[in-house]
């Protein structure tokens, strides 16, 4: 019963809503997965997508760790090795926004940073789905002691700027991800490893790096955000991205929604009408197949980019 109530107050401070049914003592839901919390046992079940990475990143370290007496402290025996070893660990956020700022970001570990984080429930920020506790987590990792991090934010005017110039996201990202490793050596500059996400290849950042980084071993892998450095580094660039859509919401006087669907093309159409054409480029990525509907739909395609469009 105690570890079902500490799970109740996990998922709370994580943005979920509970309720209770029959025969439960809560039961949540959030994107695609659930958890049942059943009062014979009492017995977790988790249903849907996401559940091996709640079971690692949520329940493992934060629940049930402090019954198993055995265990006190993760090590290299019960995740990859690589993880508690000295690296730095890049990821972004913003991306997939047509609001918004870039936000590139990175985080170096060492074996007491990686257990210290994990245990204190540091993940993958997708994983998250509370501002507030983004914002918390961020703070957390910004007091580690002996932490090292650095966060690059392209704004909108700047990032349309730099999305003609190299006309194509993963070349762009390329240069971010080499901005903060540069950034991160200044910093700790014997540091033999830096990791992030899969996006490209691994020579985009390679050929963007500077001399002084270009003797660091960089890899890239599908579900990097396991990593501890990476997460991190994931929850310090959203905190960055939600912390100026909300400065700019407040300064608009209208909310800007995360995203690119419906409700954010009829936000941009709001505000183009309001303020003006100009005032897209200042808020929003035009390269966005949003942002090219949004100024064709009020009249503005003098605007328009001749690029791709993302969205």
Known sequence: MEQVEK??????????????????????????????????????VLQGRGVEEFMEFTLEPLVLCEARAAAPKE???????EWFSPHFG???????????????????????????????????????GSDGRIRDLARLILETPGVVTS?????????????????????????????????LLELKPDCPRALSDQFANPRLIQSALMEKGR??????????????????????ARAQFVDWLAKESRALGMPLPKGASAAVKAAGCSLVRREGAAVLGKVAKLHFKTA?????????????????KYD
């Open 75 to 81: 090590t290299a025996q019960s995740h990859p090795p």
């Open 90 to 128: 890049i990821d972004e956020s913003g991306k997939g926004d047509l609001f918004g700022p870039l936000v590139i970001a990175g985080a170096y570990v060492d074996p007491d940073i990686a257990r210290h984080w994990r245990a204190a429930g540091v993940q993958d920020s997708k994983a998250i």
């Open 215 to 236: 003797g660091i071993q960089l890899d890239q892998r599908t579900k990097a955000e396991s990593d501890p450095a990476v997460a991190a580094a994931s929850i310090l």
């Open 151 to 183: 966060v690059v934010v392209i704004g909108p005017e700047r990032y349309n700027v730099l999305y003609e110039k190299f006309k194509n996201l993963n070349r762009l990202l390329a240069w971010g991800h080499a901005r903060v490793i540069e950034n």
């Open 7 to 44: 799970l109740r107050t996990i998922l709370l401070g994580q943005g979920w809503e509970l309720e209770k049914r029959p025969y439960m003592h809560f039961f949540g839901q959030r994107e695609r997965l659930s958890v049942s919390a059943y009062e014979k046992g009492p017995k977790i």
């Open 292 to 308: 090219h509907e949004i100024l064709s739909q009020t009249s503005c395609t003098q605007l328009l980019p001749e690029t791709d």
